[in-house]
């Protein structure tokens, strides 16, 4: 077998994991969240407002207090989200089983266990 079909096989083996599965149901959730769609747009407007501001000769010192009240506030409201929470746990436990990947690989080319290893063996195969 070439390399790139393995690479294809492990591909579409990691696609059916239920890790993937599980973020791309996150994001689709994320996506349809119009609430948590409209404060992310707000949230960029008002970043881009205190920019501009901020590059002001003469700023408006309370215009940009009452900015980075309502960045701060916004900010909070994503943070808390459920399914921006969701989005985030999920993409974390798919960087953790690419990286474990990406470790087990490195291992089989160099024979040495990667610097990043946890030695928590919940997040790869475990030490070999």
Known sequence: MEIMEIAALLGDTLKEDERLKALEAAKKSYEADAELQRTMVEYEVQQKALQGELVKEERDTMFIDIIQKRINELYEKIMNNPTF???????????????????????????????SCTHNCATCGGCH
């Open 85 to 115: 929470m969701a989005l985030n746990e999920a993409q974390a436990e798919v960087n953790e089983l690419m990286n474990a990947v990406n470790n087990t690989i490195t291992y089989h080319i160099t024979g040495e266990e990667p610097s």
